[in-house]
């Protein structure tokens, strides 16, 4: 996660979005007064390639107690951590994504495929489904200001003054590859596990229902094919 001053922003990383490329990205908006949290020790090396700024101010005293800020903090914690002039005047950002077509990704990620999890089961037992939410809550003292869509992420950065963050995050993709090119559309995914639509559309309710997703097999999800 990031605060970035110059902007005023608070950025709160979920998973499955491209968070570390866009985390990358937007380090290179920040000065030497912003947070910055750690990142894996191959992905710092392509922030350093780049020469944008790596890992400052993540550790801090507050109220005689110190804190570490870290990735894919809750904002919950986030706010209990910051002062509340910034957690209360600063922007507060995530980028939310399709749950049908994240679980895919997690079940790769985690390499369901090649232990032979079957993609329903995971879908069943995963802990990491609603961390969206859990991150970047919709409503309650810790929501966030706006959620950005990742099937549309340069847009809705323009939208909020960020082109420039967006132009940098097109030329950088960490922890890509992981998934098949071909073979693990969401279409082809949910036709193959039926029971797995269920799933998700019954743990991801909320955010499925805020940001109108569909639901594999209708008309309005044939961009995610």
């Avoid at 979005?17 to 894996?40: D, H, M, R």
């Avoid at 910034?86 to 995530?94: F, H, P, Q, T």
């Avoid at 790769?108 to 069943?124: E, I, L, Q, S, T």
């Avoid at 097109?170 to 797995?196: C, L, M, N, W």
Wanted: proline fraction near 6%.
């Amino acid at each position: 996660m990031i605060v970035c001053h110059p902007h005023r922003l608070i950025y709160l990383k979920t998973r499955k979005v491209a968070g570390t490329s866009f985390e990358i990205a937007l380090s290179g908006a920040c000065g030497p007064e912003c947070i910055i949290t750690q990142i894996s020790p191959r992905d710092e090396e392509t922030r350093q390639a780049l020469g944008l700024p790596g890992p400052q101010n993540h550790t801090a005293v507050r109220n005689g107690s110190l804190v570490r800020f870290y990735n894919h903090m809750p904002a919950a914690e986030v706010r209990a951590a910051l002062p509340a002039e910034v957690w209360e005047g600063y922007r507060k950002i995530a980028i939310v994504r399709n749950p049908f077509d994240a679980a895919i990704s997690l079940h790769y990620w985690h390499g369901g495929h090649r232990k032979g999890v079957p993609f329903d089961r995971f879908v069943a037992e995963s802990s990491e489904l609603e961390d969206t939410l859990r991150i970047a809550p919709l409503d309650g003292p810790d929501r966030i200001d706006r959620h950005l869509r990742y099937e549309a992420l340069a847009d809705e950065l323009a939208a909020i003054g960020l082109s420039s963050v967006a132009e940098r995050f097109d030329g950088i993709r960490t922890k890509a590859g992981r998934r098949p090119a071909t073979g693990a559309s969401v279409h082809e995914i949910y036709r193959k596990f039926p029971q797995a639509a269920d799933i998700v559309a019954d743990r991801c309710r909320a955010e499925i229902a805020a940001f109108g997703y569909a639901r594999p097999g209708d008309g309005a999800s044939r961009e995610l094919d």
